[in-house]
């Protein structure tokens, strides 16, 4: 049995999907309450965080070669600005600067080598809320493959996260149904949405990064829009709840 297998038996049950404990209700229930803001004409704006524990590196190398998707996608509606967040090996968690730049972006990961270790979503879930509190924060992209940690604690940060409106698009690759039964979790409590992607089909995860990116820089609107082209930006939308009003 693996390190990570070994930690997902230790996680504590959660409810299955489509189900919610009271805590969890009354998260959702805040969240859709609480309005949303969005400034006219400014760019959009994404922490995009990955899993660069050793297992991850055929994902960490896709992930660079197509996150210009996103960029492409925001261009129309005002540009884009993404910080990167890595964790890796023993506690490690990294975070790059602001840019506004794909290159500069794909620069930044070619230099990253990743190490083996345990998740750190918390973390990951802890830092993107404290960059909402300086200043807007549109989404958060997270891609991996495993969950090592308590799932109510992570329920618990990530339902603080929609509290501030951002949204979790939470991006699997592999076939673990108890990750995607978490993850999945995670995303609904912010108002977000969960896909599925396999390293041998990048234009899935090319078509996911260009619908956030769209949604970061316009909006439901430009999500929607996207969506009449693309069935995984129709995907990512069905997810998100009809009553909320994050337009361009």
């Given at each position: 049995?693996?390190?990570?297998s070994?930690?997902?038996?230790k996680?504590?049950?959660?409810?299955?999907?489509?189900?919610?404990?009271?805590a969890?209700?009354?998260?959702?229930?805040?969240?859709?309450?609480t309005?949303?803001?969005?400034?006219?004409?400014?760019?959009g704006?994404?922490?995009f965080?990955?899993d660069a524990?050793?297992?991850?590196?055929?994902?960490?190398?896709?992930?660079?070669?197509?996150q210009?998707?996103?960029?492409?996608?925001?261009?129309?509606?005002?540009?884009?600005?993404?910080?990167?967040v890595?964790?890796?090996g023993?506690?490690?968690?990294?975070?790059?600067?602001?840019?506004?730049?794909?290159?500069?972006?794909?620069?930044?990961m070619s230099?990253?080598?990743?190490?083996?270790?345990?998740?750190?979503i918390?973390?990951?879930?802890?830092?993107?809320?404290?960059?909402?509190?300086?200043?807007?924060?549109d989404?958060l992209?997270?891609?991996g493959?495993a969950?090592?940690?308590?799932?109510?604690?992570?329920g618990?940060?990530?339902?603080?996260?929609?509290?501030?409106?951002?949204?979790?698009f939470?991006?699997?690759?592999?076939?673990?149904?108890?990750v995607?039964?978490?993850?999945?979790?995670?995303a609904?409590?912010?108002?977000?949405?969960?896909?599925?992607?396999?390293?041998s089909?990048?234009?899935?995860?090319?078509?996911?990064?260009?619908?956030?990116?769209?949604?970061?820089?316009?909006?439901?609107?430009?999500l929607k829009?996207?969506?009449?082209?693309e069935?995984?930006?129709?995907?990512?939308?069905?997810?998100?709840?009809?009553g909320?009003?994050a337009?361009s």
């Amino acid at each position: 049995m693996t390190e990570r297998s070994k930690s997902l038996k230790k996680s504590p049950v959660i409810p299955k999907e489509g189900q919610c404990t009271p805590a969890v209700d009354a998260f959702l229930s805040d969240v859709k309450q609480t309005p949303i803001v969005r400034r006219a004409k400014r760019r959009g704006r994404i922490v995009f965080a990955l899993d660069a524990t050793m297992s991850r590196a055929p994902t960490w190398r896709l992930a660079r070669q197509v996150q210009s998707e996103m960029f492409v996608a925001a261009e129309e509606m005002g540009g884009l600005e993404v910080q990167v967040v890595f964790f890796r090996g023993q506690g490690e968690l990294r975070k790059s600067a602001w840019t506004k730049r794909s290159g500069t972006l794909a620069d930044r990961m070619s230099r990253v080598q990743c190490r083996s270790g345990l998740t750190q979503i918390a973390r990951v879930l802890k830092h993107t809320a404290t960059q909402a509190e300086m200043d807007n924060v549109d989404a958060l992209v997270y891609i991996g493959d495993a969950v090592e940690e308590n799932p109510d604690l992570l329920g618990d940060l990530a339902g603080k996260l929609g509290l501030r409106n951002v949204k979790l698009f939470a991006f699997q690759e592999g076939q673990d149904r108890q990750v995607e039964t978490i993850m999945r979790d995670l995303a609904r409590l912010t108002n977000g949405a969960y896909a599925h992607f396999d390293t041998s089909s990048p234009d899935t995860l090319k078509a996911l990064l260009r619908a956030v990116g769209a949604y970061a820089a316009g909006g439901l609107s430009a999500l929607k829009s996207l969506a009449s082209k693309e069935p995984e930006a129709s995907a990512l939308l069905r997810q998100i709840p009809s009553g909320d009003s994050a337009a361009s």
